[in-house]
């Protein structure tokens, strides 16, 4: 069965630390891979994403990610993070036949202390 | 402004009453999708649309109904809701080109039923 497993639930940090939030999915075919956040009280929006080529990928606010295909992992990182960052990050898959599912990770709530 | 809208953003009913939560896009978007957010679970896929007149069964059909008649909308319909459908809901909309892309989401409707 596809799954998105995102193993870190919650991650609180300081502001400056780095960040990697891990993401590996479960599928046989070749999937896109995305990354989402959703502030407090606002709803989701797309960090970055993965479609080919170069598999470290950048996205918004100094976030990125690489897919490491032999691990079927998607992490997501950041070298500081901000306060501001504070959100629940959410690893999705959408695989590029066979079915137009959509497939979310279960999320890890990030708490930034200022 | 380019959104997708659901309305009501909150609803309070008792089990067996028939509800609908409707979503709306302006981004002419083929294709359309329902999530429920529940704690520790993440987003759960319910059903989504192709383009109208096509649906699927996305993981968690069960207790829940969809149409899509026009291309702009997407109603989810209760038609007799349970306890354990009380979750948060989301809707989302997305272009295709043979695959799905980035989707953009609702504000959410917050449902509680007693």
């Known amino acids: 069965a596809q799954s998105v497993s995102q193993h870190n639930h919650h991650v609180i940090l300081s502001e400056a630390a780095s960040l990697e939030l891990g993401c590996n999915y479960s599928?046989?075919?070749?999937?896109?891979l995305f990354w989402y956040v959703q502030y407090p009280g606002q709803h989701l929006q797309l960090l970055l994403k993965?479609?080919?080529?170069?598999?470290l990928v950048k996205g918004i606010k100094g976030f990125e990610a690489e897919f490491i295909k032999s691990k079927f992992s998607f992490n997501l990182r950041k070298p500081s993070v901000q306060w501001s960052d504070t959100a629940e990050y959410f690893c999705?898959?959408?695989?590029?036949?066979?079915?137009?599912?959509?497939?979310f990770g279960t999320g890890t709530r990030l708490k930034v202390l200022a | 402004e380019a959104q997708v809208t659901q309305n009501p953003r909150y609803l309070i009913t008792v089990t067996g009453k028939k509800l609908t939560v409707t979503c709306s896009q302006n981004?002419?978007?083929?294709?359309m999708s329902w999530y429920r957010q529940d704690p520790g679970l993440g987003l759960r896929q319910i059903y989504y649309?192709?383009?109208?007149?096509?649906?699927d069964k996305g993981d968690v059909p069960e207790g829940y109904k969809v149409s899509r008649k026009e291309k702009r909308n997407f109603p989810l319909i209760l038609e007799s809701p349970s306890p354990n459908q009380t979750s948060l809901y989301f809707c989302?909309?997305?272009?295709?080109?043979?695959?799905?892309?980035?989707?953009?989401f609702g504000p959410g409707t917050r449902l509680t039923v007693l």
């Open positions: 989302a909309s997305s272009q295709t080109s043979g695959i799905v892309n980035e989707q953009f």
């Open positions: 599928y046989g075919g070749t999937v896109n």
């Open positions: 993965y479609f080919s080529g170069d598999p």
């Open positions: 999705a898959v959408s695989p590029t036949s066979g079915t137009y599912k959509y497939i």
């Open positions: 981004m002419n978007h083929e294709y």
């Open positions: 649309s192709m383009n109208v007149e096509v649906t």
